[in-house]
């Protein structure tokens, strides 16, 4: 029987059931290929067909180099999706594989899967205030193909007798008009940064903070306070999403274990304890030197079954729910790294979800590229 070849299977059979599962740089090959595939893939529908069957993988920045991320679930290499050039960035933002990027020349916004990049024009500067930072970027649910930008303006405490918390507002990206939301006094614990990102769930952002878990309904954009399990005492507290189930990991004050929890009642606010990841039984090769633990070690799920925690200033450990060490997490590139500090590894809590998924500011920057500056990095995924 002779081999069948794409050109001889139905159209929708190689768009819906081979195209949408390719890497979105693979689709993009396959657009140059034939012109109906072209006019295929790019539907609103099949890029975010195509998106959400792509998985979702921690975001890891190399010291000084840029930033990269797990190569694939189960692999314990990672590899690079932007280089710095020349300065590090500061800060970052992801969603939908789209990634906020924040620069001391700017904030600037890109998808390293199409490698297309534009300026991000912060909120207008406030009196009294320090420059804006990034809180959270999210896809509004209501409005599908809106991405919203969470910032937040500090006060600055100079010569004021009181407290002034701080103020926050939503911009949706590629407008001018931001909105203010009130700040509910009750609510003493403030998402200051995009380094402690939220968990996007049922419509909410959840931050875990230092009191409590603060939430941003993300449709009437208010406020509002969830517990922490009441058997849960002390420790650091953090949120991750857990096979789309709002999970919370608790860190001891030794640092030495992490328990997991999961929300069972959104509404009655009912958590249920999941498992245990114990360092001290944990049997790694080589050993875990567990003398070095300053701080809790970050953690991220890979999915239900794999995690990886930052364990000290430079390693990150591969394991799974039951505590069996899988491996040490490593670079794929060490021509790069002239010393030790040079191959550090920071687990950061955001993910990179490749996507085709294109804004109105990418193509307003192509059409203004000649008299705009460079970006501070390079895309290399």
Known sequence: MPDTMPEDLPEWLVVDEILVRLPPKDVLRCRAVRKPWR??????????????????LPIIEQHG????????????????VLRYSPDPVSSIAACD??????????????????????????????????????????RHDASPREYRVLWVFAAQMAGR???EPPRYFVLPVGSDQPRCIQWPTVLQSYPASSDFPPVHHRAALHWALSLGITVLDTVT?????????????GGVFSLFDLGGDLALRHTSGDCLTQDIWVLQDYDAETWAFRYRIDLRAMEASPPLDLTVIYFAPMMVAINERELLIQHGGDCLLHCDIEGVFLGYVESQDHESSLNRFAKRLTLTRHRLQESMISLPLFETRQEDAVHEKKPPFTIVL
């Not at 797990?70 to 690079?80: Q, S």
């Not at 909120?123 to 205030?129: E, H, T, V």
Request: glycine letters at 6%; a positive charge.
């Open 39 to 56: 006019a295929a893939t790019s539907t609103d529908s099949f890029i975010l067909d195509n998106h959400r069957r792509q998985p979702s």
């Open 65 to 80: 180099e840029g930033i990269s991320c797990l190569a694939a679930a189960g692999d314990h290499k990672i590899r690079p």
């Open 97 to 138: 594989g789209l990634l906020i990027l924040s620069h001391q020349s700017g904030f600037y916004i890109c998808n390293p899967a199409t490698r297309k990049c534009a300026p991000l024009p912060p909120p207008p500067s406030r009196a009294g205030c320090w420059p804006p930072n990034v809180v959270a970027f999210y």
């Open 221 to 233: 954009e208010t406020f509002r306070h969830m517990s922490y399990p009441a058997e849960l005492q």
């Open 161 to 163: 007798t009181t407290y």
